[in-house]
């Protein structure tokens, strides 16, 4: 008679080690997931906090878009309307909430697509993948972010009070280096 309990152990230390590691890699899948769920529910709560802020202290008809900025301080950007129907900028100190809001008028600004149009003819770009408000020690500016000619990331800033280039940066694709 023939003792095969060596292989039967070592093809169960095989299955448990595999089972170990599936198991492993759900947890860290259900993880991954609960983490995202989180940080977007966290988001859309900030979202809601700043839209309440803004109804309460500015008489808004309609609020059409809120996004975020991150330049020298984080805000929220609100785009709204008043109840006179003059199109309105906002911006919402994240860091201390007891700073009041920043407002602009639009039509004080230069027209987005008279900038765009401008930066257009300017810049090769291959891609651009946002356009959005945003402001820097009390000047307000529009970014564009783009993935210029040689492939990097680019963000220019055009000042909305004269529509006049204001600063940029590029940050160089290193896998090209290689």
């Not at 309440?52 to 929220?76: C, M, P, W």
């Not at 993935?147 to 529509?163: A, C, I, P, T």
Request: include cysteine; charge should be negative; aromatic fraction near 12%.
């Amino acid at each position: 008679m023939i003792n095969h309990t060596d292989q039967s152990i070592k093809i169960n230390r095989l299955k448990i080690f595999i089972g170990l590691l599936i198991g492993i890699v759900v947890m860290l899948l259900a993880y991954c997931i609960y983490l995202y769920q989180y940080i977007n529910q966290s988001k859309a709560d900030m979202f809601e906090n700043t839209l309440a802020r803004v109804n309460n202290e500015l008489k808004l008809d309609s609020i059409k878009q809120i996004s975020r900025y991150h330049g020298t301080v984080f805000y929220h950007v609100v785009e709204a309307e008043t109840k006179d129907n003059e199109a309105i900028v906002v911006f919402v100190d994240q860091t201390d909430e007891l700073k009041d809001l920043i407002v602009y008028s639009k039509s004080d600004w230069i027209a987005d697509n008279d900038i765009i149009n401008q930066w257009k003819l300017d810049v090769n770009y291959q891609e651009i993948y946002h356009i959005q408000y945003g402001l820097r020690d009390d000047i307000p500016l529009l970014e564009i972010v783009y993935l210029d000619q040689n492939n990097r990331l680019s963000y220019d800033y055009y000042r909305l009070e004269n529509g006049e280039y204001d600063s940029g940066i590029s940050f160089a694709n290193k896998s090209n280096y290689r």
